[in-house]
């Protein structure tokens, strides 16, 4: 949980568009939606900056949360000769180059933490939007305390409701990541796009991506953030609600919801 006497701007990077809310512990000040702009593939924050003028002059932090949209996934499998952060990172950045090509090499990269006999969970982002955060930030005087995406802060609020095997399909507007968990680990990603109307494209697209998996007998299970609920007719699954926090409702409020990555 946040602290309570935290002042805080949450900030969700969606697929087109910037939510923001300002937070004061857990109680919801303001609230802004911004069409997303990006000039020659850079994130463009004026808007925005104006609205923290504003409405968020005073806040200590900047939080954001980004789309599944935005962020490159793979997935680096235990290995005994990679117990080195340092070999881990170089090895992280060459599976992307194999997957993405010379492109990732303007990615900042993230790994989750080295625990040995676990896989290890990387996840890039354009290292020009991470800058355009930080000068944001700056501007200010907000400390950014975090850039996270979506499926790891859906996934934290989830885990305690998932089998040791499972596929965690987290649908958002324009989009599907789905994630194998085997033993309790996280072992394969599946990003995609997911085109509209997406309740009828859903079921043939995790269908493919259980076969792509090989987990074709492993349960679903289901949650979107700021979508409806619709029968997914053949596709055999679970719904998961993600939980509410203090001060709002994420079925009530939903972008809020999407904005706090719960």
């Known amino acids: 949980m946040f602290p309570s006497s935290a002042e805080r701007v949450v900030l969700a990077i969606m697929a087109d568009s910037l939510q923001l809310v300002r937070l004061s512990g857990n ?40 789309s599944n949209t935005w962020v490159r996934y793979a997935v680096l499998h235990w290995q005994t000769n990679l117990a080195d952060d340092g070999l881990c990172q170089d090895y992280a950045r060459t599976l992307l180059t194999e997957q993405y090509g010379e492109t990732s090499n ?20 354009d290292a020009r939007w991470l800058a355009t955060l930080n000068e ?10 975090s850039v996270r995406p979506l499926l790891a802060s859906v996934y ?3 885990v305690s409701k998932l089998p040791k095997d499972a596929l965690l399909a987290v649908v958002e507007p324009q989009r599907l990541c789905l994630l194998q968990i085997g033993g309790g680990d996280w072992v394969n ?5 997911l085109g509209e109307p997406w309740e009828r494209r859903l079921p043939g697209l995790v269908a493919q991506a259980s076969a792509s998996l090989n987990a074709l007998d492993t349960p679903v ?26 001060g709002f409702h994420p079925r009530e409020d939903k972008e809020w919801a999407f904005c706090l990555g719960c």
């Open 221 to 246: 299970f289901v949650v979107a953030p700021n979508r409806e609920r619709p029968d997914l007719g053949r596709l055999d699954a679970t719904w998961l609600r993600l939980p509410a926090r203090a």
């Open 136 to 145: 944001l930030a700056s501007s200010h005087n907000l400390k950014l305390s």
């Open 27 to 66: 109680r919801p000040v303001a609230t802004r939606r911004f069409t997303i702009r990006l000039n020659d593939g850079v994130l463009q924050l004026d808007e925005l900056s104006q609205w923290l003028n504003v409405d968020g002059s005073g806040a200590r932090k900047l939080e954001v949360v980004v």
């Open 156 to 158: 934290n609020q989830l």
């Open 106 to 125: 303007g990615w900042v990269l993230t790994l989750s933490p080295l625990i040995p006999n676990r896989n290890r969970i990387i996840s890039a982002i």
């Open 189 to 193: 990603l599946y990003n995609r796009m």
